[in-house]
């Protein structure tokens, strides 16, 4: 920590980051999941998609790009964004999507969420998009209060699987101006 607070940073991930990627997607996921599902359900969900090996699975995807977060150097936080996979109620053919986006609980109010998803912004629109969109789940007051004011609005819904609960996302949309 400086003097002045704690040293944020946000950086393009790769390969050396895997374990901090799975180990914030975990806790973080688990956090927000963790009450409102199985804990079999749970466990299939992490083991396929928040293991260092998914991730690299995902960062050698090349329509992904992660980005993650740091507090003192230690990692706090990610976005991952990706431009494949847009539903027919984004209205914009060139978009980018913010499909994951976690903060550890430990950092949370540090305006990490708020960095990142200015960080995925800038990202998105050097790469041509012409908005981001995303999905959350409907009963996560806390992140759809965080994405209206971040500029996103609702569009839609669709459902979101992990293992056999199903939760209904509200799909939201941040066109660039």
Not at 29 to 40: E, I, M, S, V
Not at 42 to 49: C, D, F, G, K, N
Not at 71 to 85: H, I, S
Request: glycine residues 10%; negative net charge.
């Amino acid at each position: 920590m400086s003097a002045s607070g704690p040293v944020i940073e946000i950086r393009a991930a790769g390969a050396a980051d895997l374990d901090s990627l799975a180990a914030i997607g975990t806790a973080s996921f688990t956090a927000a999941y963790g009450p409102t599902t199985t804990p079999a359900d749970m466990a299939v969900h992490l083991e396929t998609y928040f293991t260092a090996a998914a991730m690299g699975d995902a960062m050698a995807n090349t329509r992904c790009h992660f980005m993650l977060a740091t507090v003192d150097a230690g990692p706090a936080g990610f976005v991952k964004l990706r431009d494949e996979g847009v539903p027919d109620v984004i209205p914009a053919a060139a978009v980018q999507e913010i499909q994951l986006l976690y903060v550890m609980p430990a950092f949370q109010r540090f305006g990490l969420g708020g960095r990142l998803v200015t960080a995925a912004a800038n990202f998105a629109r050097e790469q041509g998009a012409k908005g981001l969109w995303l999905s959350t789940w409907k009963d996560a007051d806390w992140a759809i209060n965080f994405y209206i004011k971040a500029g996103f609005r609702q569009v839609g819904t669709q459902e979101f699987r992990v293992g056999e609960t199903i939760y209904t996302d509200l799909l939201m949309w941040r066109p660039f101006d």
